[in-house]
């Protein structure tokens, strides 16, 4: 039941068909393009990095000398996030990781490569093709190898990805061009205790909910409560999963007991021919 003193969260609900996960066994490049184009959710591969990769990745990220614990939040990361800070920001941070993200992603058969070489192969046919978002001849990082392990109702609490692709502190970043078109999210989970699942629900907020919340710029977070009314899917994480879904939904992480690691980045068009990942 929704407080009295906190309205619902209003904003774009999707056709019900559209609000759906498709499930692979193999890794292919049509159904995430699907995502890209906003024709679907999202998709999930199952059990497709193998368990040496996986170790291995793992390994080389609680080995990192890159590894950092983030400030207020129950997770470990090694890479840079832009979320809510100045684009100068973001890219120094990125230009003092990116050799120890890197370390961790430079593995035989490593999912974060055979991602990219198969988009770019499938994008390749259309003219299009897949590469790091820039900005004055620097990079974005080129993912975020992050550890999650909060118990409680939400591991990481219900939020959006268009917003923080708004912040006024990023102008001329490309990655603001993506909203003319789907902003989308990729996992690889390399390493997973038990719950963490993602949670969507069938809503893309409005300006108007996000003023509300003063979340104008960053989009996090959603009181849970305000949500309540809207469907809504669960979809189970295990080692070995490569998922992608449209980041305009609101979702969350639910609760996690042992570590939650995953390989991430956000990805989505800035024009015909080009698709950009960021951190």
Avoid at 38 to 61: K, S
Avoid at 260 to 270: E, K, N, P, Q
Wanted: charged share 25%; proline share 6%.
């Amino acid at each position: 039941m929704v407080s009295s003193t906190l309205a619902p969260v209003t904003g774009v609900r999707m056709d019900p068909h559209f609000f759906r996960f498709d499930e692979r066994s193999e890794f292919d490049p049509e159904p995430v393009l699907d995502v890209l184009q906003g024709r679907r959710l999202g998709v999930i591969f199952r059990d497709v990095i193998p368990p040496a990769v996986r170790e291995d990745m793992t390994a080389r990220f609680w080995n990192s000398p890159g590894l950092t614990r983030r400030t207020g939040e129950p997770s470990y990361h090694v890479g840079a996030y832009h979320w809510n800070k100045p684009i100068d920001t973001y890219l120094a941070e990125t230009g003092k990781v990116v050799q120890d993200v890197m370390g961790v992603l430079d593995v035989a058969d490593s999912p974060w490569h055979w991602f990219r070489d198969r988009m770019n192969t499938r994008l390749s046919r259309d003219g299009a093709r897949l590469r790091l978002a820039e900005m004055n001849g620097e990079t974005a990082c080129p993912a975020l190898v992050r550890a999650w392990h909060k118990e409680g109702e939400y591991a990481l609490e219900p939020h959006e990805d268009e917003a923080q692709c708004r912040d006024p502190r990023q102008a001329g970043f490309e990655v603001q061009q993506v909203l003319r078109y789907e902003v989308c999210a990729t996992n690889m989970c390399i390493e997973h205790g038990s719950g963490g699942r993602l949670v969507l629900w069938n809503l893309r907020p409005d300006d108007e909910s996000r003023r509300r919340f003063g979340i104008e710029h960053s989009g996090f977070s959603y009181p849970p409560e305000t949500l309540d009314g809207f469907d809504r899917l669960t979809v189970d994480i295990r080692p070995g999963d490569v998922y992608v879904f449209n980041g305009r939904h609101v979702h969350a992480v639910d609760a996690t007991i042992g570590n939650r690691t995953a390989v991430s980045f956000l990805l989505g068009f800035i024009d015909d021919e080009t698709v950009v990942t960021w951190t």
